[in-house]
């Protein structure tokens, strides 16, 4: 099972963040919260990944909780080409697997 | 484009025959890993090599699922005796050991008639 919970859908107004949130409440010490995405019919894309700090990159920003209970992955400007399926997942990275749930489907409107 | 490659992209095959796909990961990446995906759902775990050495299987990957990587480079998944539940996208990736990110490659589709 997923160790993760995501809204199965959201839509987002091109131009404007698009903030996605994960519960990730069972998180172990060891384990580093990771997004991907999917665009339609192809493979996961890496975006970020975090431990406990809040982490940028050139596609997205991650906030981490100071709990580690939840997450939130920004989008600062969503475009059209945002739309996809965002995957949540959590995971210590000295093991192999990672464990998928469903995903958010964000919908980038004009 | 990850830089991972996967063949065939598609296949189609009858009940009952047995289809092999590859996965080529980045050259400096130690650990690969096999996925598969249904329609609707995220992908699902099925096994990982570090190097030449499968260290883990999934309880989905049947005995009528194989995956080898003789040399530590490229890997091979086999499904002996396809069934049409056999249907989905199967999903390559590699990483470097340890804290890194996996990419993954476009994936082989398979229809199973």
């Known amino acids: 099972d997923a160790k993760t919970t995501q809204p199965p859908s959201m839509d987002c107004a091109e131009g404007r963040a698009a903030n996605l949130p994960c519960n990730h409440s069972?998180?172990?010490?060891?384990?580093?919260v990771y997004w991907y995405r999917q665009i339609h019919s192809q493979g996961p894309q890496y975006i970020i990944h975090?431990?406990?700090n809040n982490e940028t990159n050139e596609m997205a920003s991650l906030i981490i909780t100071e709990d580690r209970k939840s997450s939130t992955l920004i989008l600062p400007h969503a475009t059209l080409r945002d739309t996809a399926v965002y995957y949540c997942?959590?995971?210590?990275?000295?093991?192999?697997?990672?464990?998928f749930g469903d995903g958010t489907t964000l919908t980038v409107k004009p | 484009d990850t830089g991972v490659s996967q063949n065939p992209r598609h296949k189609i095959t009858k009940r009952g025959q047995n289809v092999t796909f590859r996965c080529d990961p980045i050259?400096?990446?130690?650990?690969l890993y096999w996925y598969r995906q249904t329609l609707g759902q995220g992908p699902e775990f099925l096994t990982y090599?570090?190097?030449?050495?499968?260290?883990?299987k999934s309880r989905l990957l049947s005995d009528r699922f194989s995956a080898e990587r003789p040399k530590g480079s490229f890997s091979t998944l086999e499904i002996q005796r396809t069934e049409q539940g056999d249907s989905a996208m199967y999903l390559c990736?590699?990483?470097?050991?340890?804290?890194?990110?996996?990419?993954f490659g476009p994936g082989t589709r398979l229809t199973v008639l």
């Open positions: 975090g431990l406990k």
């Open positions: 090599f570090q190097n030449e050495a499968q260290l883990e």
């Open positions: 069972t998180i172990s010490g060891n384990e580093y």
């Open positions: 990736a590699s990483s470097r050991q340890g804290f890194n990110e996996q990419f």
């Open positions: 050259s400096e990446h130690n650990r």
């Open positions: 997942i959590v995971r210590d990275p000295t093991e192999g697997k990672s464990t």
